[in-house]
């Protein structure tokens, strides 16, 4: 059974920083690409970054390109995220999930339980 | 506004059955790029329903099924049941975004 768990959500003010991680376990972590998906309060989902198994493919949203960078540690079976320039509409609940292939491209299949960003002064 | 266009909140008793639609473009759905469904119970995390248009992962029943055509595709849930209330998305990949992309969202009630 796969296993996700995100930590370092909390309140941060506008235009500061924080760290996200997901910690992975159950499944060969440097075998698999990696999502970030939010949700922000009441709302849908919203696609965030993905990160190739390597780590040498990385791709954002447009919303947060510039402003976030997804990274990982195979070493350590972890993802992350940093956000810089935190921005009121960032507030959400951060999901890691876990790629995975069908036909000619990828999907988030397993999804961790989230861990909630606010931006509030 | 979602890349992909779900409808607006569907209702239906128990036993009956109900479609859900995700509309797309040439961009992705119509690109080829396959569709994926999420179900979000109430204050949890989305769970993988059905995977590559068609197929649905080993634990979910067979009352869920779904199709695409074009560029669009659709979700059915049959005989519902009460434990069916929660919200689903759809997703697929878009080529000109270069992004993976989400239906806004619909929410299933049980009467």
């Known amino acids: 059974q796969v296993q996700l768990v995100e930590s370092g959500g909390g309140v941060v003010q506008p235009g500061r920083s924080l760290r996200l991680s997901c910690a992975a376990s159950a499944f060969t972590f440097g075998h698999y690409g990696m999502h970030w998906v939010r949700q922000a309060p009441g709302k849908g989902l919203e696609w965030v970054a993905f990160?190739?198994?390597?780590?040498?493919?990385?791709n954002y949203a447009d919303s947060v390109k510039g402003r976030f960078t997804i990274s990982r540690d195979n070493s350590k079976n972890t993802l992350y995220l940093e956000m810089n320039s935190l921005r009121p509409e960032d507030t959400a609940v951060y999901y890691c999930a876990k790629d995975e292939y069908y036909g000619s491209w990828t999907y988030p299949s397993d999804w961790g339980q989230g861990t909630l960003v606010t931006v509030s002064s | 506004q979602s890349v992909l266009t779900q409808p607006p909140p569907v209702s239906g008793a128990p036993g009956q059955r109900v479609t859900i639609s995700c509309t797309g473009s040439s961009s992705n759905i119509g690109a080829g790029f396959d569709v994926h469904w999420y179900q979000q119970l109430p204050e949890t995390a989305p769970k993988l329903l059905i995977y590559g248009n068609t197929n649905r992962p080993s634990g979910v029943p067979d009352r869920f099924s779904a199709s695409k055509s074009g560029t669009s595709a659709s979700l059915a849930i049959s005989g519902l049941q009460a434990e069916d209330e929660a919200h689903y998305y759809c997703q697929s990949y878009d080529i000109s975004l270069s992004a993976w992309v989400f239906g806004g969202g619909t929410k299933l009630t049980v009467l």
């Open positions: 990160i190739s198994y390597e780590g040498s493919k990385k």
